[in-house]
């Protein structure tokens, strides 16, 4: 029998999954909380995980694939030793040279972002921590290059915001010109073979020596391969705080004015977009158990004659590029229902609206939707969401992002 190890980590913790050939769970794991966000407690929570894996699993263990934040930047020298302030994917420093990156991108590259990973990376080069001989990583790299000791290997998910062209497996000319290209990593499809754990991993922690650590990804990507969406046409919406779409398509669609931008799945690229709406604008007004409760008394079958656009506060990119736009919630019903029953409804039309966007620019027409997130749970939400989207939409089976670094373990 054979068996895989997908670990994730997220912004609070370390998850981790192993399954067998036939894609069962046999084993899970959450350490826990991070005391803070170091590269220190983020090792401490991979050997946590590593020394809690049962005895029999781990010495027949295949391989190991890991997920972390996209974006969220370290700088190591030879020795892996961390050596510049690691940058988190929200990191905006970079802003402060956005102008000069911009005069070196292409317009509608995916690097001119002031919290993109090459902002990072240029920041780091212009404030003089980034020298000859350092290692750019991400941070599943240096996760990953913990149990097998090669410095410099990324996968092309994390690779993207880089500046990495999947679609030419390769680096652009503009970006190999730069005087510290030397120092970005090596980059493997997700899933790809890197190397065997190290010995020292492999006796400390009674792991199978031939065990081959693969090429990772992103924890979002990691959340898609787990619904089991594989089919141009399907999607997975997640339901959190905000709302972010992600589409298989035959098509790379990219356009910054909305902030969309694809990934390489494979043949297929999924195409994805995230609004400023979400269930953050529902838990403003509402909690919890209110809107639970409030749900069983909404007939999803019916639309709400208010018309909103649910947003916290002024701004959306994506379905609609307006840096100006007011949120729309008004005029508010009396009848806490009737107003949970619009919110819904205008969540819902904006998801309806992103995914004509991404077939207008060239995406697959949608088919089926998976949903993740907290609002995956909530039935009425989902009938309504159905009637906008016109097609079938189910709960995700799966919204572990440590069981889809598992299946990319499993390829």
Known sequence: ???????????????????????????????????????????????????????????????????ATSSTMLLSGEDGVICAPVLWYSDGRGQKYLEEIARMAPEESIVVSATSSFAKVYWWYREGFLGEGFHVLHQADWLAYLLHGNLGVSDYHNALKLGYDPAIEDY??????????????????????VAPVLPSISRQFGINPHCLVKAGTTDSIAAFLASGANKPGEAVTSLGSTLVLKLLSTRRVDDARYGIYSHRLGDLWLAGGASNTGGAVLTHFFSLDEIVSLSQQIDPSIPSPLQYYPLLSKGERFPINNPHLEPKISPRPDNPVQFLHALLEGIAAIEAMGYQLLVQLGANPLSLVYTAGGGAHNPTWLAIRQRHLKVPVFPSPNTSAAFGSALLASL
């Open 1 to 67: 029998m054979s068996y895989y190890l997908g670990i994730d980590f997220g912004t609070t913790s370390a998850r981790a999954v192993i399954i067998n050939q036939d894609r069962e769970i046999l084993f899970s794991y959450t350490t826990s909380p991070f005391p803070s966000q170091s590269p220190q407690h983020w090792q401490d929570a991979l050997f946590s995980i590593l020394s809690h894996l049962p005895p029999f699993l781990a010495k027949n263990l295949q391989a190991i694939a890991l997920d």
């Open 172 to 193: 652009p000319r503009w970006l190999q010109d730069l005087p510290f290209f030397s120092s970005l990593p090596q980059v493997k499809t997700p899933g790809e073979a």
